[in-house]
């Protein structure tokens, strides 16, 4: 295998415009991410300051990082995610460091080599350097694109972006500065969300009801999320609706999901989706942003 550089680190973000103090945002890129549609998802709800924000599905996180809430509990079934972030506040500057080192080394082979370390989670592996690890595979991997197979292995080919943004060291920073204030669980969504209560802000961003039977993406995690979880989650949602929370819900549009919420409002968004198995299918897709 060549070890020839597929890509190179990109280094023009260390000079680009820096805002003082430096802003938080999502420190990885996520399938389903939200950065795209951050003002339509704003136009419709500003999340309350007064109460907890809640982000079960917590991805990249990007409305979290975008509204930077100052009490938040933030929770993905994706552990090995949540340890990333649980890693970051703890030590960034250790991150920082390891970051730099994968900066240094990329090429195909290290990338694959990473890979194949990652996925036999060596007990010498201390958490930090996971973080790293994980970090690095998402920016350097297809598409941004974080998928594992039954066995929970990841296994994303290499990306074939000519310029890498590993990370900024201002805003991984900032964003571990904001985590810090936040709980962060690994669990499912109906565990985080026992403890919501009136007032409370509530952002629902599931793997999406797929769109026709063949175009489903719900690999981030080794369990999928099939229609019986999406029925669950409608249910949990009106749940939250009666204890007084305040609810917003993201999903593709299609005839099963404004069943299951009836009784919320609908909002219609045109999105174009980048992270697509198949280019021919990366286009824009109308999505409903709902709330009650
Ligand atoms: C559409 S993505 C969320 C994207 C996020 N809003 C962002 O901006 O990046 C859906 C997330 O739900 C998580 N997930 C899947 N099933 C889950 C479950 N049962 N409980 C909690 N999280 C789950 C996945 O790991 C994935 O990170």
Redesign the pocket.
Known sequence: MSTSKPSTISHNSRHEIKTDPPLPT?I?K??????KLLNDILKQKQPSMTGNYF??????????FKVAPKRAVL????SD?MDMYISVVNDVEKVIKYLCQHEKKHSIEYYYTIRDKWNKRHKNQSSIMRASMFIYLNKTGYNGL?RVNKQGKYNVPIGTQTNVNLFHPHKLRASAKLLKNAKILK????E?LNKAKKGDFV?L????CPLSSTAKF?S??A???DEN?QKELALTAKDLKKRGCIVMI?NHETPYVREIYKGFRFHRVSCTRSINSNPKKRGAVTELIITN
């Open positions: 999502p990885i996520w399938a389903g991410g939200k950065t982000e079960p599905f917590f991805g990249s996180g990007a409305l979290f929770s993905d079934f994706n995610l974080w669990s499912s969504y109906r985080t952002y961003d599931p793997p999406y719900t981030y995690t369990e999928g999320f979880d993201s």
